[in-house]
């Protein structure tokens, strides 16, 4: 599976130290966008640059984007440019987003289908089927984003069970 990720999401994975972690999963492939890399934070572009060296995950290229598209959704939603892009660039392709912001997946879904978008916490459960992390640490890394300033939603205690 491609999974284009948001900032919001890679600032909150690296916040609680597992960008490495799920960029490493081997059901899915990991793409960051030209805009999004550039809305990153310095410690999470650091990540992004260890990750990408190790071939754990790719960086798209300016002109692989829908520049058109990019405005059309731009003016439509009123996303940040970021989550704009990776709309615009799943539009037509078979990526998945993965996003941490509610509007944002909400908008992804009206374009690309609801079942197409995710966000950090589904990759953290794909983390404890992999066995990558147990529930424990899932809920560790969680209470650590939100910590950090995520706005993630309250789990139910077997979320990662």
């Known amino acids: 599976m491609r999974v284009l990720m948001d900032a919001c999401s890679i600032i ?15 059901c899915c492939d990991l793409f960051l966008s030209p805009i ?10 650091a990540s ?14 300016d002109h692989d984007v829908p520049a058109d598209r990019f405005f059309d959704f731009l003016d439509q ?9 990776c709309i615009a660039l799943a ?15 909400r908008a992804a879904a009206e374009v690309i289908g609801a079942e197409r978008v995710i966000g950090s916490l589904r990759l953290l459960q794909w ?5 990558s992390i147990t529930p424990d640490e899932a809920i560790a890394i ?8 995520a706005f993630l939603p309250d789990l139910p205690h077997n979320f990662f069970s």
Do not use: W, Y
Not at 36 to 45: H, P, Q, R, S
């Open 12 to 26: 909150n994975l690296d916040n609680a130290g597992a960008l490495g972690m799920v960029s490493s999963l081997p």
């Open 36 to 45: 999004v890399v550039g809305e990153c934070n310095a410690t999470a572009a």
């Open 48 to 61: 992004i640059v260890l990750a990408h060296s190790t071939g754990q995950l790719s960086l798209i290229d």
């Open 77 to 85: 939603f009123e996303l940040g440019d970021g989550e704009t892009e």
């Open 91 to 105: 539009e037509n392709s078979d990526f998945v987003i993965c996003c941490d912001d509610r509007k944002a997946r």
């Open 127 to 131: 983390a404890v089927v992999n066995q």
């Open 142 to 149: 969680v209470l650590t984003m939100k910590e950090c300033g």
